[in-house]
């Protein structure tokens, strides 16, 4: 992401623009511990994410936080399960898989200031793990958020030139991590505090914590705060103590909509055929890609393919599925794109890691949404999509699967009807044109890494 020096103006915008009312109870869901993997599922019903904070992406950072004496806040953000090792000592005292404050904190609460990993994120439930922190736990919890896109500074996930992993606006946002300090000038002090309630946005109002216990709320869709997007995040914990792991789960907000030269630019253009809209990677979650439905998930979820980068070295963020004995058997993931291509220009099947139990072929089918043999289908059904149903036109045909590889497949590698080139000049068909879901598919079972489909947006 690049980073935008930001002006006198830009600030004054960040500082003065108003908050949404924080959700009231009827608008949290406290979800019970055995049902939290399925509330939070990434599958169409909910169109939620696995996570916003993760530190499996790249760009999540932990900005500023107010104490870490017995364990860093870097272990919030882990992907796995919290782990357990008893009787094991480090210099501080005994060895936790999460966060922990010193005791006896001055103050209401002791905070982490982290970025979001995606870039930017709606926020549409809440996980706190207590794993194993039993006596040593918070009391309490809540999460507040911070937009810095929407309000003019151009987001908080770049890098500056001084290569710290910060930018103008991350430095910005680790001054407003406190409560002011009891010893500063009243005036001072209520100044500082007004600064905290104008940037803060609360997403969850403080909640009681369990002992070693998995917590979950869910927030209500028509709640003003599960509307708005959000760059970086506060997490409060009341007044100290440890939190093994943090997880906010949503969704990534698409780019804005491709428009056409005339209508955002005040000169007509020289070139006698427009420009051809730049490639952008539409599988990727960091676009706003999703993954509805999958024919099996066994050994690793299949939204981890959306991840940005190739990742560790490892099969763990990987998809695999079960081995099939059956003859003529395919596993597939149905993915809708974060932004609708107007032609297919590369595809990339990265089986990193994978090497006795990569796919033996691999290929990727696509269509556009709503549309069956032309005939119109409810926006729901996209649910319901799977390999067998009707509508699905070849984009890549199946190739021999490879390795520990990143295999890419483009040129006449792909189908003319992916390259914009294929069907008839009816109506019907040209309406058909373009993608909005993908479907990769893999021969007769096996695990990939990573699947990226590069090509040129449609207008609108």
């Known amino acids: 992401m690049e980073i935008q020096a930001l002006s006198p103006e830009t600030i004054q915008d960040i500082t003065s623009t108003p908050t949404p009312t924080p959700p009231d109870s009827s608008e949290i869901t406290p979800i019970p511990a055995s049902n939290i993997d399925t509330a939070f599922s990434d599958c169409i019903t909910h169109q939620f994410i696995k996570d916003l904070t993760s530190s499996h992406l790249p760009s999540t950072h932990i900005l500023a936080l107010s104490d870490e004496f017995f364990a860093p806040a870097t272990n919030l953000l882990s992907p796995h399960p919290p782990i357990h090792k008893p009787n094991t000592y480090v210099s501080t005292g005994a060895w936790y898989d999460g966060w922990e404050t010193r005791r006896h904190n001055p103050g209401r609460f002791d905070w982490v200031i982290v970025r979001l990993g995606t870039g930017r994120g709606v926020v549409r439930g809440v996980e706190i793990d207590t794993g194993f922190f039993d006596g040593n736990q918070g009391e309490g919890v809540g999460v507040e958020g911070f937009c810095a896109e929407d309000r003019g500074s151009g987001g908080g996930g770049g890098r500056d030139e001084e ?22 000038e009243e005036e001072e002090r209520s100044e500082k505090k007004d600064t905290m309630v104008r940037h803060w946005t609360t997403i969850l109002p403080r909640q009681p914590l369990r002992p070693a216990s998995r917590h979950a709320w869910r927030l209500a869709t028509h709640s003003p705060v599960a509307q708005k997007r959000f760059t970086h995040i506060r997490l409060l914990l009341y007044p100290d103590g440890g939190i093994a792991r943090l997880r906010l789960y949503g969704i990534v907000p698409p780019p804005p909509p491709l428009l056409p030269p005339s209508s955002h630019t005040s000169h007509p253009s020289t070139s006698t055929s427009p420009s051809p809209s730049p490639t952008i990677d539409a599988a990727s979650l960091l676009t706003g890609a999703l993954t509805l439905r999958t024919s099996n998930a066994h050994y690793g979820s299949a939204s981890n393919i959306l991840l940005p980068g190739r990742g560790p070295p490892t099969i763990a963020d990987g ?101 914009g080139k294929g069907g008839g000049d009816d109506d019907g068909e040209r309406e058909n044109r373009g993608f909005t879901h993908v479907m990769l598919v893999i021969v007769p079972d096996g695990g990939v890494k990573r699947f990226r489909v590069w090509g040129r947006r449609a207008l609108g």
């Open 163 to 184: 290569g710290d992993g910060e930018s103008e606006v991350d430095k910005m946002v680790k001054e407003w991590g406190g409560e002011p300090d009891e010893e500063e």
């Open 319 to 419: 998809w695999e599925t079960a081995r099939s004995r059956t003859k003529g058997h395919k596993d597939w993931v149905v993915v809708r794109l974060g932004v609708e291509l107007k032609v297919i220009e590369r595809v990339v099947v990265d089986t990193r890691a994978f090497r006795g139990n990569f796919p033996g072929e691999v290929g990727v089918f696509g269509r556009r949404s709503g549309v069956v043999k032309g005939e119109k289908v409810e926006k729901e059904a996209e649910g319901k999509l799977t390999y067998k149903t009707p509508g699905w036109k070849v984009v890549l045909p199946l190739r021999k699967g490879e390795g520990d590889k990143e295999m890419v497949f483009e040129g006449e590698e792909l189908t003319r009807w992916a390259r």
